[in-house]
């Protein structure tokens, strides 16, 4: 497997948000009511975000609470010594090799509607609750875990070509067996092993403003976080949760072009078309394939670096690209190509002239 890398979700995030212009709810798709109920307390109320919340909110890093808040959220380390004991990879020593050291490679396998069946051992019985599965510019269908006889069934989370598989409760185990169905060719980098370490919890400053119900938004593609910390030492109250709702106030298709935002691969740039032709999981609209800090759908000149954007004669084609980009020489060509046939002319009549003198 690749070097063990200690992935923080969030240790301590800390974070104090003020509604006004750098927090927008329409970007948050769920809602949830907290109530606390308390008489003359000043300090924080808390409580532990459910898997759910967890996993719609992207392991909280979407989330905004109408109130000064901070979160303690737990953290997840890497459960090394896993290897390829078995499998029906056409080379085993391959598929090895790309998942048991520490390297940037990526086994192929292309075969119409198959499955890749690895059996994966550990010397010693780990304990983890999460299977990362990362590909290279392909996709999977499913994935079917296995731990001897027993079927196990996480939850899915997928991130462009990450598949984080969140199975609820810890597993102990020294093998388990990962078949992984996809249709017509497969690219695996690394199958990876995490342990969450701890709950994670949500802290809220109500002061003495109690007995009211906060708002808890989380979800869709909102977030707002400025540093801020606990200042208060004294009793937590826990407070509780009202059943999920939508948010009324969110905006499905942020940039209007009929492709719902948790579809869309381009949420801020209209792309009806959704080209990915990277296959990134980055719609190009949004991408900048020319590196010059101007997104493809907005540079007038997509595939040549141009970061001022010049163009001349008006025609949204920048002076880069532009074949005819408004300049004299360009409008007037004939009148500079008859001049300079008469400059050329010109010097051609005086060497002869002071050839023949000679």
Not at 81 to 91: L, Q, T, Y
Not at 173 to 200: G, W
């Amino acid at each position: 497997m690749r070097k063990a890398v200690l992935i923080t979700l969030i240790l301590l995030i800390s974070a104090i948000a003020v509604l006004g212009e750098d927090v927008n709810l329409s970007r948050f798709r769920y809602l949830r009511g907290i109530t606390v109920s308390c008489d003359n307390f000043l300090g924080y109320a808390q409580f532990e975000p459910s898997e759910d919340i967890m996993v719609k909110s992207k392991g909280l890093q979407n989330i905004y609470i109408d109130s000064e808040y901070y979160i303690e959220a737990a953290s997840s380390s890497e459960k090394r010594g896993w290897f390829v004991k078995d499998s029906n990879a056409d080379s085993l020593e391959a598929l090895k090799s790309t998942l048991d050291k520490d390297t940037e490679t990526y086994y192929v396998v292309s075969k119409p509607q198959s499955r890749l069946d690895v059996h994966l051992k550990n010397p010693a019985i780990q304990a983890f609750d999460t299977v990362v599965i990362t590909l290279k510019d392909s996709e999977l269908d499913n994935v079917e875990f296995s731990q001897g006889a027993m079927k196990l069934e996480p939850r899915v989370i997928k991130n462009n070509f990450e598949y984080r598989y969140l199975f609820g409760r810890k597993i102990s185990a020294d093998n388990i067996r990962i078949q992984i169905i996809f249709e017509n060719i497969l690219k695996v980098a690394d199958i990876q092993f995490f342990d969450s370490d701890d709950k994670s919890s949500i802290y809220f400053f109500i002061n003495d403003d109690c007995n009211r119900e906060y708002k808890l938004y989380y979800g869709g593609f909102g977030g707002s976080f400025m540093a801020s910390r606990r200042h208060d030492s004294g009793k937590v109250i826990v407070a509780g949760l009202s059943p999920e709702n939508l948010n009324p106030d969110y905006d499905r298709d942020f940039d209007g072009d009929s492709v719902s935002n948790e579809e869309d691969n381009c949420i801020s740039v209209k792309n009806v078309d959704q080209k990915d032709i990277n296959y990134n999981g980055i719609g190009d609209a949004c991408e900048d394939f020319d590196d010059d800090g101007v997104v493809n759908a907005e540079d007038n000149c997509p595939d040549k670096s141009n970061a001022n954007q010049m163009d001349l004669d008006k025609d949204e084609a920048g002076n880069a690209c532009d074949p005819v980009d408004g300049r004299l020489s360009e409008q007037n060509k004939w009148f500079f190509y008859i001049f300079a046939a008469m400059i050329v002319s010109l010097f051609g009549f005086i060497g002869y002239k002071l050839l023949k003198k000679k």
